[in-house]
């Protein structure tokens, strides 16, 4: 079946480059979020989305991070300058929204980046 | 704010042995809680959820009881498989948005 999808699977770059990490949502999941591991830790609340309107972006680490979803389906992750600390996996999750209740989150398998 | 403390691993059983792992949170509001599961390079996955205080949660084998008079939510297995062997996490769901643990780490042998 079509789960979330993430895009790279693994990502390096060097310090100072900007990088993009795209989400492929399940179809018809209005919510949409981001999350940041740290090796050994539990993933860390990034970003969400409702439809194309970026509803809490209270986890963003600094404005270095930046994420986008245009028409409501797609999402960007960009980090711009980037440094060693930002090295972690991210996570993308999707749920169905807009009902009673919290919804349970659907995860892809994430894309981990090495900053060099 | 909202936070999960989860027991620290890592946790190593024989095969057939009860598993407790032991999950408490702090939250405003009425929660739900969820377990997800990471097993070996795969991405994270809803084992069980509960939505309201006294629902038990049950999957595969696993059964965890929303307890708010002492903000819980410990997962339990009767008798654990080598294939259990992964990471578990605790999460709590509350402003649109996951809590989680740190992770437990669970190796079955056999």
């Known amino acids: 079946g079509a789960g979330v999808s993430q895009s790279p699977r693994y990502k390096v770059a060097k310090r100072g480059q900007d990088v993009a990490l795209r989400c492929d949502p399940i179809s018809g999941h209005v919510s949409l979020f981001w999350y940041q591991q740290a090796l050994g830790q539990g993933p860390e609340f990034l970003t969400y989305?409702?439809?194309?309107?970026?509803?809490?972006k209270s986890g963003l680490p600094s404005d270095r991070f930046f994420a986008e979803r245009p028409e409501g389906s797609v999402s960007t992750l960009k980090i711009q300058r980037t440094q060693q600390e930002d090295s972690a996996v991210y996570l993308c999750?999707?749920?169905?929204?807009?009902?009673?209740?919290?919804?349970?989150?659907?995860f892809g398998d994430g894309t981990r980046l090495s900053i060099l | 704010g909202d936070s999960v403390t989860q027991m620290e691993g890592p946790v190593t059983l024989s095969e057939e042995a009860f598993l407790t792992i032991n999950c408490t949170y702090t939250a405003t509001g009425y929660p739900s809680l969820f377990w997800y599961v990471q097993y070996p390079g795969e991405g994270l996955q809803l084992l069980l959820k509960a939505t309201k205080a006294d629902d038990k949660g049950s999957n595969k084998g696993f059964e965890a009881t929303y307890r708010k008079e002492t903000t819980s939510f410990h997962l339990e297995k009767g008798s654990v498989q080598v294939s259990d062997s992964a990471v578990y996490f605790c999460a709590l769901g509350g402003n649109e948005k996951l809590t989680f643990g740190t992770g437990t780490r669970l190796t079955i042998i056999p």
């Open positions: 999750a999707s749920s169905l929204g807009g009902r009673e209740g919290f919804q349970p989150q659907h």
């Open positions: 989305f409702q439809n194309e309107a970026q509803l809490d």
